[in-house]
């Protein structure tokens, strides 16, 4: 059984950085993709981020273009999220999951973490 667990949520300010981490145990996650999804309380989730497995391509959601960037080392089965000039609307619970179909629909996964929270203020 695959868990995953987040760290480095935390209360920035707005402009200030974070890096996020996801450790995988369990398992090596062999064929699957995996990102990073976000939820802000009364809202759905939302994709944020993710690496491929076949092709290690990276996508991302278009509001956190050029300031997140995430990373994958496939040897020690961890994904992280380095997240750069963080604004008040990024404030929601950061989600590590695992997905073996696309990575755009939340739907899709089906390994989850219990989240890490990042908080923005302005």
């Known amino acids: 059984q695959v868990q995953l667990v987040e760290s480095g949520g935390g209360l920035v300010q707005a402009g200030d950085s974070l890096r996020l981490s996801c450790a995988a145990s369990?398992?090596?996650?062999?064929?699957?993709?995996m990102g990073w999804v976000r939820q802000a309380p009364g809202k759905e989730r939302e994709f944020v981020a993710a690496v491929s497995w076949g092709t290690r391509d990276t996508f991302y959601t278009d509001s956190v273009k050029g300031r997140f960037t995430i990373s994958r080392d496939f040897a020690k089965n961890s994904i992280f999220l380095q997240m750069n000039g963080l604004r008040p609307e990024d404030t929601a619970a950061y989600y590590c999951?695992?997905?073996?179909?696309?990575?755009?629909?939340?739907?899709?996964?089906?390994?989850w973490g219990r989240g890490t929270q990042v908080t923005v203020s302005s």
């Open positions: 369990g398992g090596t996650l062999t064929r699957h993709n």
């Open positions: 999951a695992a997905t073996r179909s696309g990575v755009h629909l939340t739907k899709a996964y089906e390994y």
